[in-house]
Antibody
Framework: EVQLVQSRAEVKKPGESLKISCKGSGYNFTNYLIGWVRQMPGKGLEWMGIIYPGDSDTTYSPSLQGLVTISVDKSVNTAYLQWNSLKASDTAMYYC????????????WGQGTLVSVSS | SYELTQPPSVSVSPGQTARITCSGD??????AYWYQQKPGQAPVLVIY???ERPSGIPERFSGSSSGTTVTLTISGVQAEDEADYYC???????????FGTGTKVTVL
């Protein structure tokens, strides 16, 4: 059974750093791209970026380039989303999702990680 | 930038048909995907490649495409179909993915 399991909810202060994770299982993790999607409170889905675990090739949304870092450790089948300096506006639910093979849509999603940033 | 536009809301009575549109200039060149999201839950893929249905998705969900508009149709709507629905596609030339603005389906 394909599963993406994300790390637990986080409460942080502005200026702090954070790295959340997404662990894949039940399939060949290296062969499928993993995307990250943001959902701010009461708002819609926003694509943040995508990474190919095979070679760590990464593409970011132009609006988020430089604000976050997406990485992967294929030895533990895990993708990461990282901030160096959080802002209150980073408060959101973050989902990872697997890209369908040879396609442009996402077939499996993690359960989401809620990140709350407040002083 | 690449945008996908959906109506904010659609209301439908049980047993009737709900149609949700998604418009974007690049849709004739790329497939569209549809997701259902219920409150407090992760999105679920309900349609891929414009009109294909993943296993486990009820037959009442269907998709179609015409020019710059794709449509998700829910036939014989049930109370459990009340949710937010998002279309999604990508610009293959830039490898940028985009979600539609989202449509809230209310079952009256």
């Amino acid at each position: 059974e394909v599963q993406l399991v994300q790390s637990r909810a986080e409460v942080k202060k502005p200026g702090e750093s954070l790295k959340i994770s997404c662990k894949g299982s039940g399939y060949n993790f290296t062969n499928y791209l993993i995307g990250w999607v943001r959902q701010m409170p009461g708002k819609g889905l926003e694509w943040m970026g995508i990474i190919y675990p095979g070679d760590s090739d990464t593409t970011y949304s132009p609006s988020l380039q430089g604000l976050v870092t997406i990485s992967v450790d294929k030895s533990v089948n895990t993708a990461y989303l990282q901030w160096n300096s959080l802002k209150a506006s980073d408060t959101a639910m973050y989902y990872c999702a697997r890209l369908l093979a040879q396609q442009l849509g996402f077939d499996y999603w993690g359960q989401g990680t809620l990140v709350s940033v407040s002083s | 930038s690449y945008e996908l536009t959906q109506p904010p809301s659609v209301s439908v009575s049980p047993g009737q048909t709900a149609r949700i549109t998604c418009s974007g200039d690049a849709l004739p060149k790329q497939y569209a995907y549809w997701y259902q999201q219920k409150p407090g839950q992760a999105p679920v893929l309900v349609i891929y490649k414009d009109s294909e249905r993943p296993s486990g998705i009820p037959e009442r969900f269907s998709g179609s495409s015409s020019g710059t508009t794709v449509t998700l149709t829910i036939s014989g709507v049930q109370a459990e179909d009340e949710a937010d629905y998002y279309c999604q596609s990508a610009d293959s030339s830039t490898t940028v993915y985009v979600f539609g603005t989202g449509t809230k389906v209310t079952v009256l």
